[in-house]
């Protein structure tokens, strides 16, 4: 990170070739936060790791973060049938996928056949957000989507998976479990037909964390493992870690600040790389 931001500063790089410091949408702000940031992270970072609560401190963060955003989840998501899928992980452990079904459409409408019954729905697979450390699967950012569609006549099964946090699973952990509760939907057709689910027609979807994770998951699945993901959601992903591109120039002086928070989650995933690490 300190080298991109020397570069970056001095004009010596290929993708700013007019140094930071010129640049016509840096603010005064911004020119003092790209100074003294990347001259403090690594002193943040050493603090960090002598810092033996921070596990502790990061769990209470995600307690408070559940109690908040399960009350907006559980009031969007009122009227839609809830279940949750328990996964096996290879080490024993338990994977949860809350999933969503809207209610059932009246005889007639758009979600309905002929005879009154509904037809397969398409499936949403959600990853939260959360920078890899806090979050949940009942957030209330994917019930927003979910509610939205059924709003707009694009009615959807919803699977939150509850993947994995760092610090006390680190990478590859996450997308391990996003990719094990995209392929029980994907290999199992009978299965969907079962949940009412059309397996012919699975979505990824994610937030921040979750989006950078949906699409690794996306490039992962459909190049090695064959399973088709019919369309692909990003929400504000972070997908370039060198930060290379021009939008990122009004926004440099957060990227030493975004990465001292990963510090504390372990290497990011990331879609542009086959390396798993940013």
Same mark, same amino acid.
């Given at each position: 990170? $300190? ?19 010129? #640049? ?13 940031? /990347? ?24 307690? $408070?973060?559940?109690?908040? !955003? ?15 899928? !328990? ?5 024993? @452990? ?10 059932? /459409? ?8 002929? $005879? ?52 006390? #699973? ?30 012919? @027609? ?17 490039? !992962? ?34 990227? /030493? ?11 990011? /995933?990331?879609?542009? #790389? ?5």
């Amino acid at each position: 990170m $300190q080298i991109w931001f020397l570069t970056a500063w001095l004009g010596c790089s290929d993708s700013h070739p007019t140094p930071l410091w010129r #640049h016509p949408e840096v603010s005064f702000l911004d020119w003092l936060c790209q100074l003294l940031m /990347p001259l403090l992270a690594p002193f943040k970072r050493i603090v960090g790791l002598r810092e033996p609560s921070r596990t502790a401190r990061i769990v209470k963060m995600r307690e $408070q973060m559940a109690t908040m !955003e399960l009350k907006s989840h559980d009031k969007l998501f009122a009227g839609w049938s809830a279940s949750v899928i !328990e996964l096996t992980r290879a080490d024993g @452990s338990t994977l949860l996928v809350h999933l969503h079904r809207p209610p059932p /459409p009246t005889a007639g409408a758009a979600g309905s056949t002929e $005879q009154g019954s509904e037809k397969p729905l398409p499936l949403v697979l959600w990853l939260h957000g959360g920078g890899f450390t806090v979050g949940g699967a009942r957030d209330s950012v994917g019930p927003t989507y979910a509610t939205e569609l059924l709003s707009l006549g694009r009615p959807v099964a919803w699977a939150s998976v509850d993947y994995r946090l760092a610090p006390e #699973h680190p990478h590859p952990a996450a997308p391990d479990d996003a990719l094990s509760a995209l392929e029980y939907f994907a290999a199992d057709s009978a299965r969907c037909a079962s949940l009412g689910i059309d397996a012919q @027609s699975i979505h990824l979807a994610g937030s921040s964390a979750g989006a950078g994770l949906a699409a690794v998951v996306a490039a !992962e699945a459909t190049a090695r493992r064959g399973v088709a993901v019919r369309s692909l959601l990003a929400d504000e992903p972070m997908l370039d870690p060198r930060c290379a591109y021009a939008m990122h120039v009004p926004y440099a002086y957060a990227m /030493p600040m975004m990465c001292l928070c990963l510090a504390y989650a372990v290497p990011m /995933p990331c879609s542009c #790389h086959a390396a798993p690490h940013a």
